[in-house]
């Protein structure tokens, strides 16, 4: 008798069906074209794939009837994982950028970094805002909690912060920006284009006498 009670495993449902695992008795081809042969019954199909070393691979089983393509296997597997990646990509809010800030911070510092800011909101990405007091500067968090305030207004067109600016122990300051909906912000602003250098004053031709 074994010591071990038995398990029940049941076999998981393939994502696709491919091959002679389709069900349907009559299938919408597309080929490896990716052209629309229309619907036929499912035997014809497999035996098209078959003529051309290919796979026939159920893309749509819900559909009436269910859409097959023609298409090598490996191939197939290889487009599905790269779109769920682009997919995964393209989500608002998949990755993140930490942007750190002074209590003291000037005013130019403060426009470049607004900047940076705004430039990962418009690629979709959260900016999460850290401002760290130093020394005498933490019995005055007033002032830290009024540059991230202010930080949080000027990107509001592009992001909205998830909750009010938190302290998280003793000197650190934070807050979340997650990025607006396309629809709802402005085109990401262009970067300013640089000053051309100045003439050199030496490289002037003289007049010849």
């Given at each position: 008798?074994?010591?071990?009670?038995?398990?029940?495993?049941?076999?998981?449902?393939?994502?696709?069906?491919r091959?002679?695992?389709?069900?349907?008795?009559?299938?919408?081809?597309?080929?490896?074209?990716?052209?629309?042969?229309?619907v036929?019954?499912?035997?014809d199909?497999?035996?098209?794939?078959?003529?051309?070393?290919l796979?026939?691979?159920?893309?749509a089983?819900?559909?009436?009837?269910?859409?097959?393509?023609?298409?090598?296997?490996?191939?197939?597997?290889?487009?599905?994982?790269?779109?769920?990646?682009?997919?995964?990509?393209?989500?608002?809010?998949n990755?993140?950028?930490?942007?750190?800030l002074?209590?003291?911070?000037?005013?130019?510092?403060?426009?470049?970094?607004?900047?940076?800011?705004?430039?990962?909101?418009?690629?979709?990405?959260k900016?999460?805002?850290?401002?760290?007091?130093?020394?005498?500067?933490?019995?005055?968090?007033e002032?830290?909690?009024?540059?991230?305030?202010?930080?949080?207004?000027?990107?509001?067109?592009?992001?909205?912060?998830?909750?009010?600016?938190?302290?998280?122990?003793?000197?650190?300051?934070?807050?979340?920006?997650?990025?607006?909906?396309?629809?709802?912000?402005?085109?990401?602003?262009?970067?300013?284009?640089?000053?051309?250098?100045?003439?050199d004053?030496?490289?002037?031709?003289?007049?010849?006498?």
């Open positions: 008798m074994s010591r071990f009670p038995s398990r029940s495993f049941q076999p998981r449902e393939p994502q696709h069906r091959n002679g695992k389709i069900r349907a008795r009559e299938v919408r081809v597309i080929d490896d074209n990716k052209e629309q042969l229309g036929m019954p499912l035997g199909a497999l035996r098209l794939a078959q003529s051309k070393g796979d026939l691979i159920e893309i089983a819900t559909a009436s009837p269910p859409v097959c393509r023609i298409v090598d296997y490996g191939k197939f597997r290889y487009e599905e994982s790269k779109k769920e990646k682009e997919s995964q990509t393209r989500q608002p809010g990755k993140m950028k930490e942007i750190q002074s209590a003291v911070i000037d005013p130019h510092d403060f426009g470049v970094k607004l900047a940076q800011a705004i430039e990962f909101l418009s690629e979709d990405m900016v999460r805002l850290k401002l760290r007091f130093k020394g005498r500067q933490k019995a005055h968090k002032f830290g909690f009024e540059v991230l305030n202010r930080f949080v207004k000027d990107a509001a067109a592009y992001g909205r912060a998830d909750s009010p600016p938190k302290m998280l122990g003793d000197r650190d300051l934070n807050v979340l920006i997650s990025p607006l909906p396309k629809d709802k912000r402005p085109k990401a602003p262009k970067p300013p284009k640089p000053a051309a250098p100045a003439p004053p030496g490289s002037a031709a003289n007049p010849q006498a």
